[in-house]
């Protein structure tokens, strides 16, 4: 089918450039795109007025947890890829963090059959860079990799052994495999559910420092720059870490960052009166760190934004601050909190777009995140200035553990295309 969306105000991140015009959709692909006012009269399947609202690539979310294998309750394949395409998501790039992990090719080859039959969006699995993400011996790489995991992560369980996590690191750079780090040492973050400070000296929680998360940055960069692997550092959160990547990537270091929705729009003052859907690893910070991610974003120093969608059951949430699980969903609010940056003035739309859909797109090799001739047609329209109340029993995952519930919010998805074909239209 032959698709012109026409009015549309095309975000072009790699241009940078923000414009009304149209674009061609033919055979999963853009086959055309025309700013301004073209006089365009071929014949087309279907034409869509998009009334002058923003028409952008779709959304690459690296850090995505799903509950299959074993916690499928809290999400599923189907219930995460539904959400996905409502959020304007159209690629999931997954945590191996399940149970059991995924460390071997058959679970990998587990997760690629669910996600080709119950999810409408594009699934990429990333694997473990240890067996069981327990630190002690690497994971089959190369069989991962040739099977198609994209990166290699532990997630939030930090390789402590130096010598091991060097052995993977060396590993990882003769197969040109990309590393995903946590940057939280974890023996100083152990048990902490604050960010220290007077709030958390207050409300009697157990907190950490920030510099835990600089230690572990400084530890890694020095065993990047000993191997030369290729590594991006999942969630950044607060500004002590911000020179340390600033003097690494100055250095030549082949690094990347991200931070995820959470960190940019909230601080630790949501956590008064300890609710638990406020709890997050690592923990939210102060106002003053939260700023300055934005601006890192903005200036380009942090990469990427990620939903870092941590699905968690009314269960595991309804307890005292302190025992409740860390984590909240974030695909369908990824985009309406993110446009919180626009609205504040942080950055503009296409500045926003390079770090949801372009960068992640060049980080992990893939031809999407672009708007031009050729690239496959994974597009969300969407209104950046539509006012709703978000309710999160309306939310599509399984799980509804969203900090962000009750809010007033701007953004609303109008519709979402994979490769040509519309799977979600508002």
């Not at 549309?8 to 055979?27: C, F, N, Q, S, Y």
């Not at 189907?78 to 409502?86: I, Y």
């Not at 638990?276 to 003053?288: C, D, H, I």
């Not at 990824?334 to 949801?356: I, K």
Request: glycine share 8%.
């Amino acid at each position: 089918m032959k698709i012109l969306l026409t009015n549309a105000r095309i975000i072009d991140p790699e241009a940078g450039t923000d414009e009304i015009g149209a674009v061609l959709i033919e055979k999963g692909k853009l086959a055309g795109i025309y700013t301004g006012n073209p006089n365009l009269d071929f014949k087309v399947d279907e034409t869509i007025d998009c009334m002058g609202k923003c028409l952008a690539p779709g959304i690459i979310d690296i850090g995505v947890k799903i509950g299959e294998p074993g916690e499928r309750h809290k999400e599923s394949f189907k219930s995460a890829g539904t959400a996905a395409a409502c959020g304007g998501v159209t690629t999931m790039v997954i945590r191996p963090d399940t149970e059991p992990a995924v460390d071997g090719p058959e679970t990998l080859e587990f997760v690629f059959r669910r996600a080709v039959s119950d999810a409408p969006v594009k699934v990429l699995p990333m694997a473990a860079l240890t067996k069981g993400r327990k630190g002690l011996e690497m994971a089959e790489i190369g069989f991962l990799k040739d099977a198609g995991a994209v990166a290699f992560t532990d997630c939030d369980h930090v390789v402590t052994d130096n010598k091991v996590f060097a052995r993977c690191l060396t590993y990882a750079k003769g197969l040109d495999a990309l590393v995903i780090a946590h940057p939280q040492e974890p023996m100083f973050s152990r048990g902490a559910c604050a960010t220290s400070g007077p709030l958390a000296t207050k409300l009697g929680l157990p907190a950490v420092s920030p510099i835990a998360e600089r230690m572990q940055l400084q530890r890694d960069l020095a065993l990047i720059e000993m191997t030369g692997a290729r590594v991006h550092f999942d969630q950044l959160s607060c500004a002590a870490g911000l020179n340390v990547l600033k003097r690494a990537k100055e250095k030549g270091l082949n690094v990347t960052a991200g931070a995820s929705i959470h960190h940019l729009t909230l601080n630790e003052l949501d956590i008064e009166g300890y609710p638990t859907f406020f709890k997050v690893k690592p923990p939210l910070r102060n106002e003053t760190d939260r700023v300055a991610l934005a601006d890192a974003v903005a200036s380009g120093l942090i990469d990427i934004i990620s939903s870092m969608h941590t699905p968690q059951d009314e269960e595991s949430k309804r307890l005292p601050f302190e025992e409740a699980a860390s984590g909240a969903v974030a695909l369908e609010t990824l985009l309406p909190a993110a446009m919180q940056l626009v609205h504040g003035e942080y950055m503009d739309l296409p500045t926003l777009w390079r770090a949801l859909s372009l960068n992640p797109a060049k980080l992990l090799g893939l031809d999407t995140g672009r708007m031009a001739v050729g690239a496959p047609a994974d597009l969300v329209l969407f209104d950046a200035d539509k006012p709703f109340i978000l309710d999160r029993t309306q939310l599509h995952s399984k799980s509804k553990n969203t900090p962000f519930d009750g809010r007033r919010m701007q953004g609303r998805v109008m519709r979402t295309f994979v490769s040509g074909k519309e799977v979600y239209c508002g």
